[in-house]
C-alpha cells in the first residue's frame, strides 16, 4: 500500500525566512494531496490541497510542488513568522482509496 | 465550519482499566474517523463509520472497538488498556468520502 515519508521531523528557522517541508510517497496513482497544520493543543486544520493535475499552488505565503515524475510533495513557507510555528502533517490518497495516508510530522519553530 | 469535539480532554488510566472517548460533530457530516497520533508515526487510523450503527475497520484496530450511536456521536472504547495505548487520540469526520476531514482537538490518554 501507499507509504509517506515526510521530512525533516524538526525544522527551526528565523523570522522572515523561508521553510519547506518535503514527503515522497510511492504509489503512482496517487490523486490527492494535502497539508495540514496542527497548532499547539489544537487538531489538524486543512492548509492547502492539490489534484494531480496541478504542479504548483501558491496562497497566502504558502507554495506546494508536486512532482509526479519523483512522487514528491513540498510546502514551502515563505517569510516564516512566529505564527507559523506548529506541526505539519502532509496526507495523500490514491485514485483507487479514498484513506487519507499521513507524513509523519514536521514541527516547525519560527524564532523572532 | 465544521465542528468537531471530543471529551475528555486528558484521560489517565491503569492498565487493564477501561476508557471511553467520546466524539460529536455537528456538521452534520457521514463520515468520522478515529486516529492515534504517535511521535514517528503521523496519523494511523483506528476505525471509521459511514453512519450510524455502521463500523468498519482501521489500519491499527486491536485492542479497539468504536460504537456510531447517532450521526453525530462516535465512541473509542479500550476494554483492556494497556501501556501501548498511550497516544493522542483524534476524531475526524468528512462529508461522504469527502478530501477534506475536520479535525477534533485530541484527548491525551495515559495508560500506566
Known amino acids: 500500500g501507499e507509504q509517506v515519508e515526510q521530512r525533516p521531523p524538526h525544522l527551526s528557522v528565523r523570522e522572515g525566512d523561508s521553510a519547506i517541508i518535503i514527503c515522497t510517497y510511492t504509489d503512482s496513482a496517487t490523486a490527492y494531496f494535502s497539508w495540514y497544520k496542527q497548532e499547539a493543543g489544537a487538531g489538524l486544520q486543512l492548509l492547502m490541497s492539490v489534484l494531480s493535475n496541478v504542479d504548483r499552488k501558491e496562497e497566502q505565503g504558502l507554495t506546494v510542488l508536486l512532482n509526479k515524475k519523483d512522487k514528491r510533495l513540498s510546502l514551502n513557507l515563505t517569510a516564516a513568522h512566529p505564527g507559523d510555528s506548529a506541526v505539519y502533517f502532509c496526507a495523500v490518497r490514491s485514485s483507487g482509496s479514498w484513506q487519507l495516508i499521513f507524513g509523519s510530522g514536521t514541527q516547525l519553530t519560527v524564532m523572532p | 465550519e465544521a465542528a468537531v469535539t471530543q471529551s475528555p480532554r486528558n484521560k489517565v488510566t491503569v492498565t487493564g482499566g477501561n476508557v471511553t472517548l467520546s466524539c460529536r460533530q455537528t456538521?452534520?457530516?457521514?463520515?468520522m474517523y478515529w486516529y492515534r497520533q504517535d511521535t514517528g508515526h503521523g496519523l494511523r487510523l483506528i476505525h471509521y463509520?459511514?453512519?450510524?450503527?455502521?463500523?468498519q475497520i482501521g489500519d491499527v484496530p486491536d485492542g479497539y472497538k468504536a460504537t456510531r450511536t447517532t450521526q453525530e456521536d462516535f465512541f473509542l472504547l479500550l476494554e483492556l488498556a494497556s501501556p501501548s495505548q498511550t497516544s493522542l487520540y483524534f476524531c475526524a469526520s468528512s462529508e461522504a468520502r469527502s478530501y477534506e476531514q475536520y479535525f477534533g482537538p485530541g484527548t491525551r490518554l495515559t495508560v500506566l
Open positions: 456538521n452534520s457530516h457521514n463520515y
Open positions: 463509520s459511514y453512519g450510524a450503527g455502521n463500523l
